[in-house]
């Protein structure tokens, strides 16, 4: 029988939200903890998306999630500074082809108008492709938004959670939570191998998070999955473009997106492929084609040979259900904000968080860490909370000297395990310090595996890395948590 742990608050689930949310608890005067179902942050809809900040011309003016995009957009660069993360302010276009993609333009201008985003503008073709010559001809007009930015999701994550921890919560991983219930005006959570009581909960849990609500209330709003897929194209072919752009098509459907990305590569996606109920992280063959055809017709002249790997994700999309007989069903109506679901006094459920998530992030934790310190009449704020955060070294970025003297203090960061990326030994014994058990938690801190080879190189040295610093076998390490073996065969085999 576990001890009862006792919190304030619970946040359930490391990811974006989650992080954020316990971050933003941490800045009042309570006692909060974050539990997570997996080994690690980060490993479920945070882990795969375009990066991208957007302004909040594309959100219906009006509701919170158009108020929050515009807001967090402004201030995401202080964001980053205070964490440590990179953004870069690119700016977007939306470019359209015909008149069905100008009448979008024209009413996202409309919508960037009416919710204050600044420096919106109309361009003619000509002004478009003057910006982005790679750009296929015939470009009728296109929106410019020059506050669209790119950042690193990862990296945005795990620095909301190292400054969530930092600053006092208590984390507890391969903690799922299989049960949620009332205990007087306390909620109850039971989480792994252990039971929490708070008052307040807040439930992060992303594409599980209406089956969490579920443990104590009715359906309201279920995640129907569905798949994207994305090409990364290696460095030489980041400055093909150096704005985002979005492609807004003359059919029904998704256009192409162009990312150019935070490291200096580009980003074509996402597809949109239907998943199902068990829609998982495999591309689709179609996804993938649409990509490509996509790209031969907005960028013929991308070179697509500079392609070096191809992932898939997964949209959490949210319906209404009603129930029908023993069974319930999607309604056929569309959810144009963040669903904050509050079932019961002191439980907020946040539900199918798409796009712009990645950018509010930051502005929903706060909302929803202050409606819990409210609610629990603890928002007094706390006098030791410290919003920044010390990034891990990096030797790349350094100036010589500033590296000369981190590998005279530390000679590890003078061995380089991952030649694409210039990733040193003393990165990943940082990263493994700072909570990565996985090949993939390795990756996702300091981009080992990230660069052309795709890992071919420096995999068995991390591995390496790895098993001496946990003091474990190969054969516990996994790619990205459990069902993602590195190794087959019998142990004495190696
Ligand atoms: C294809 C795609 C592209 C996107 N692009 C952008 C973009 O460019 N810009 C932007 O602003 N937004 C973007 N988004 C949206 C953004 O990525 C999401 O809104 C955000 O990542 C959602 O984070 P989350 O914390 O809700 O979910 P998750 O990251 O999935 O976190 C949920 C966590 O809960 C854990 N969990 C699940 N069940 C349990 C349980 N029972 N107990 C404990 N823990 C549990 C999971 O393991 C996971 O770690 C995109 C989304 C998608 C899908």
Known sequence: MSTELRFDAVVLGGGLLGCFVARHLTSYHLRCALVEAREDVCTGISRGNSAIVYTGCDNKPGTLKARLCTRANRNFGDLCAQLGVPFQRRGSLLVSYGPRGDEVVRRKYRQGQETGVEGLAILTGAQAQALEPGLAPGISSALLAPGTGVTDPWALCFAAYENAVAN????????????LARAGSDWLVT??????????????????????QELCAPPSIRVIPDRADYLVLDQPAGPFVRHVIFQEPEEKGKGLTLVPTADGKLLLGPSEQPGGEKADRAVTPEGLDFLRRGAARVVPNLDLGQTIRAFGATRPNPFYVRREGESWVAEDRGIHSFAIETPHPGLWSLIGIKTPGLTCADALGELLAGEAAAYLGKDTPNPAFNPCRTPPPRPRDMALPERRALV???????????????????????????????????????????????????????????????????????????????????RHDL
């Open 168 to 179: 006092g919560c208590q984390a507890y991983l391969n903690a799922p939570v299989t049960a």
């Open 191 to 212: 989480a792994g191998a252990h039971t929490i009581r708070a008052r307040a909960v807040v439930n992060c849990c992303g594409l599980n998070a209406h089956r969490v």
């Open 408 to 490: 005279a203090a530390h000679p590890a960061y003078g061995r380089v395990i991952c030649r694409c990326k210039d990733v040193t030994e003393g990165e990943i014994l940082e990263a493994i310090r700072r909570g990565a058990v996985t090949l993939d938690g390795v990756k996702r801190r300091v981009g080992t595996g990230l660069g052309r080879c795709q890992g071919s190189w420096c995999t068995h040295r991390v591995l390496e890395l790895l098993c001496r610093e946990l003091g474990c076998s190969p054969w516990d390490v996994t790619q990205d948590g459990p069902g993602s073996p590195l190794l087959e065969g019998e």
